[in-house]
């Protein structure tokens, strides 16, 4: 008896080793795939340079708050009440200032981000459906997903050229 159960296990796991030979598995990183599509670089491109001037007097501006905020360190002791106060409320402005600059290029870097979403999605699932339909995929998992995966598995370079053929 304990023969057979081992006659049906071994049979069992023959016949799923079977089973998994068939299946076709991929990984891909969606996200390294569409930023390295050329309209992804583009739009990126096109982005850092239309917020370089933004990005410039933010990092302008923390200079000057720190330049300031140096000078109160250094001077209070000899500065008078008066005078500690309009500076410390310049830091204060200038702090506020920053703020806002920092939360208006948050804002439209996450714009652009929702963008670029909105634009290469549907340039993505065509993609990915083509590659699934030609290949014969059975299972495509996000490559973070996977602890490890032979580079062979994984179609991210290909999705990214299939995504570039789509102009």
Known sequence: MKGFKLLVLAGLLLSSSTVWAEIRIAVVDLNAAVMKSDEARLRAEKLK????????????????????????????????????????????????????????LQQKGKDASQELQAVMGP???????????EKKYDLILQRQAALWVDPKFDITPELTQRINALK
Do not use: H, P
């Open 123 to 133: 340039k993505v699932e065509k993609a990915m459906k083509a590659i699934v339909d």
């Open 49 to 104: 340079s239309g917020l370089g001037q933004e990005e410039a007097d933010a990092i302008a501006l923390r200079n000057q708050i720190q330049k300031l905020d140096e000078k109160r360190q250094k001077d209070a002791a000899v500065m008078g009440q008066d005078e500690l106060r309009r500076l410390e409320k310049e830091i204060a402005d200038k702090k506020i200032e920053l703020n806002f600059k920092g939360q208006k």
